[in-house]
C-alpha cells in the first residue's frame, strides 16, 4: 500500500504564503493521481485541488483558483500544495490523498470517493 506523509502545515498570516508536501513511498506502483482536501471544524470535507502524476493535468476549487498552485515531483514522489494570499476561511486541516488507476468509475477529481489512501493531516492557521 501507499503511506502518505504530510507537512509544512502552521501559523500564516493572511496575504503571506505557505507550501504543503505530501511525500508518497511503499507501493507507489499504479497511483494514478494526488489531490489535496481540506476539513474546518463544522464543515464536511471539501475538495481544494488534484494532479494527475503521468501527465500532470490540475484541477482546483473554485475558491482557491489564483491563489493556490498543486505540484508534483515524479522522481520524489512529493506533491505540493502552495498557498499564496490564504484567507481566514482557509484555515482548516488539510489532508492530501492518492487515487489508483481503479478508482470508481464515475467519480470526478472533487470526490473523495476517488481516493483510496489519506494522509493523516496538516493544520493551517490563517491569523490576520
Known amino acids: 500500500q501507499v503511506q502518505l506523509v504530510e507537512s509544512g502545515g502552521g501559523l500564516v498570516q493572511a496575504g503571506g504564503s505557505l507550501r504543503l508536501s505530501c511525500a508518497a513511498s511503499?507501493?507507489?506502483?499504479?497511483?494514478?493521481?494526488m489531490g489535496w482536501f481540506r476539513q474546518a471544524p463544522g464543515k464536511e470535507r471539501e475538495f481544494v485541488a488534484a494532479?494527475?502524476?503521468?501527465?500532470?493535468?490540475?484541477y482546483y476549487a473554485d475558491s482557491v483558483k489564483g491563489r493556490f498552485t498543486i505540484s508534483r515531483d515524479n522522481a520524489k514522489n512529493t506533491v505540493y500544495l502552495q498557498m499564496d494570499s490564504p484567507k481566514a476561511e482557509d484555515k482548516a486541516v488539510y489532508y492530501c490523498?492518492?487515487?489508483?488507476?481503479?478508482?470508481?468509475?464515475?467519480?470526478?477529481?472533487?470526490?473523495?470517493?476517488?481516493?483510496?489512501?489519506w494522509g493523516q493531516g496538516t493544520q493551517v492557521t490563517v491569523a490576520s
Open positions: 490523498a492518492a487515487a489508483n488507476r481503479a478508482y470508481p468509475y464515475g467519480s470526478q477529481w472533487y470526490d473523495s470517493g476517488r481516493y483510496n489512501t
Open positions: 511503499g507501493r507507489t506502483i499504479g497511483s494514478y493521481a
Open positions: 494532479i494527475r502524476w503521468g501527465g500532470g493535468s490540475t
